[in-house]
């Protein structure tokens, strides 16, 4: 009987994008110049939402909450990125490596979950105005509450089913972050039921989430073309037309890399788009497209000039 030498990893090795070298530095300063733009826009917002009283609705509520998501979702994974970029740390111990994957899936899934309340939040207002106030107001801190713990029930699953499987070597992960596919292509046990509990994940946080969604919407816009003045179309629209665009970028990207996790070798890319890109556009996607966050920074500035 032989006795094969196996090693225990205590140690992960983050490839990242090793294959562009010579373009280092200046994904270095790109990287950065996002992250930057990513945290003070969604920094604005919160404090705007929070110091002006005419945006204390349920709906500002749940989009300061979700900017604040936005920020962990960054910070979980963008200055490890920086430091391999920037000083080529691309060692990252066992731990740090899973506590990395559980806040990145945990705060991915709060996103999702959110911001399917946050349609629900649209259609009520729009579908049942005259109650809308009265339920929200009751229901506004539970619904806001769901999303954390549920992706924190979610993540812990996938987390500890992913952590529990048997590293023995290699350790190189081709991915900038540790993520749960290439993390169980490493595993030199059978990873199958790991796997699925992804594949599991990814449909229930995610196409079930958009379909809700795009449930919502569906009776949403039929609920406004039965409006009869083009103001109030517009109106409706308007408060909608915001998180629309916000969801489908978040989704249709989330999509493409967790539905059927693989560990192809440009996942890291669209991964790149989907965790990097897209947060940055949130911001201005909020401000450029809403009169309500633009009216209150401009007062907010007068009120600063004035002083």
Known sequence: MSVVNQTIVTEFILLAFGDLHQFRILLFIFVLLIYMTCVSGNVIIYLLIKLDASLHTPMYYFISVFVILEIIFVSTFVPKLLDILIAGG??????????????????????????????????????????????????????????????????????????????????????????????????????????????????????????????????IIIKVLAIKTECGKQKAFSTCSSHLIVSSLFFCTAMTVYINPSNRHY???????????????????????????????????????KQ
Request: proline share 4%; charged share 10%; hydrophobic share 50%.
């Open 267 to 305: 996942d890291k890319y669209m991964a790149f788009i989907y965790l990097v890109i897209v947060p940055v556009l949130n911001p201005f996607i909020y401000t450029l497209r809403n009169k309500d966050v633009k009216n209150a920074f401009i007062k907010l500035l007068g009120k600063k000039q």
């Open 90 to 219: 691309n060692r990252i111990s066992f731990a740090a490596c899973f506590l990395q994957l559980f806040c990145a899936v945990a705060v991915g899934e709060a996103e999702c979950f959110l911001l399917t309340v946050m349609a629900f939040d649209r259609h009520l207002a729009i579908t049942n105005p005259l109650h809308y106030f009265g339920i929200m107001s009751q229901a506004c801190t539970k619904l806001a509450l769901f999303p954390w713990i549920s992706s924190i029930v979610s993540s812990s699953i996938l987390t500890i089913s992913t952590a529990s499987l048997e590293y023995c070597g290699p350790n190189k992960i081709n991915h900038f972050f540790c993520e749960l596919a290439p993390l169980q292509k490493l595993s030199c046990s059978d990873s199958y039921a790991s796997s699925m509990a992804t594949s599991v994940a990814g449909v229930v946080g995610l196409l079930v989430p958009f379909s809700v969604i795009i449930g919502f919407y569906i009776h």
